[in-house]
T-cell receptor, first 116, second 110 residues
């Protein structure tokens, strides 16, 4: 399977703990996105990478959130000092460069985070 | 910031009935994308519309992009139980991040 993969698929943690999620995009895709989705809502943009450069970060993202894509391939999203409000599905997506037009995004299965 | 609203939020139809969801953006869009998310699944790309007034068809699905490039619609003819899910429109902004609409959840009864 050459789709977007995410690990772990589920994470339960206690409030105050740090968590890290991993995303492996489709290999030839140079754009990678992180979204957060809560029940009954659409995906909400968190951050975006083109290759290894983090080009945009949502203002909604607090300092507790950090993302990296060190070699322009896989990416990690870390949440420090988790809060119950961080409970959500964290989705990763990737896409190709396509002449400046935002192209089709391929989503991974997501990591469901539950903060107790 | 840019907002994308969809109506209705929810629709329950009998199999064979038609379904339409409408998407409205607070700003003009360079293009609009539609995604489908099955219950428990992740969003899956359906289509992208770029031109003003563009209409595209995929079997029973018809997508339309408004003349002002601020609204769009998805129409499903003769729904089937496999159409169940939430349909999201999404428009790019900034460095091509997508702003997703509020979604329309479709339930189809056999």
């Amino acid at each position: 399977d050459t789709g977007v993969s995410q690990n772990p698929r589920h994470k339960i943690t206690k409030r105050g703990q740090n968590v890290t999620f991993r995303c492996d995009p489709i290999s030839e895709h140079n754009r990678l996105y992180w979204y957060r989705q809560t029940l009954g809502q659409g995906p909400e943009f968190l951050t975006y990478f083109q290759n290894e450069a983090q080009l945009e970060k949502s203002r909604l993202l607090s300092d507790r959130f950090s993302a990296e894509r060190p070699k322009g391939s896989f990416s990690t999203l870390e949440i420090q000092r988790t809060e119950q409000g961080d409970s959500a599905m964290y989705l990763c997506a990737s896409s190709r460069t396509s002449g400046g037009i935002a192209g089709e995004q391929f989503f991974g299965p997501g990591t469901r985070l539950t903060v107790l | 910031g840019q907002q994308v609203m969809q109506i209705p939020q929810y629709q329950h139809v009998q199999e064979g009935e038609d379904f339409t969801t409408y998407c409205n953006s607070s700003t003009t869009l360079s293009n609009i994308q539609w995604y489908k998310q099955r219950p428990g699944g992740h969003p899956v790309f359906l289509i992208q519309l770029v031109k003003s007034g563009e209409v595209k068809k995929q079997k029973r699905l018809t997508f339309q992009f408004g003349e002002a490039k601020k609204n769009s619609s998805l129409h499903i003819t003769a729904t089937q139980t496999t159409d169940v899910g939430t349909y999201f429109c999404a428009g790019p902004t900034g460095f091509q991040k997508l702003v997703f609409g509020t979604g329309t959840r479709l339930l189809v009864s056999p």
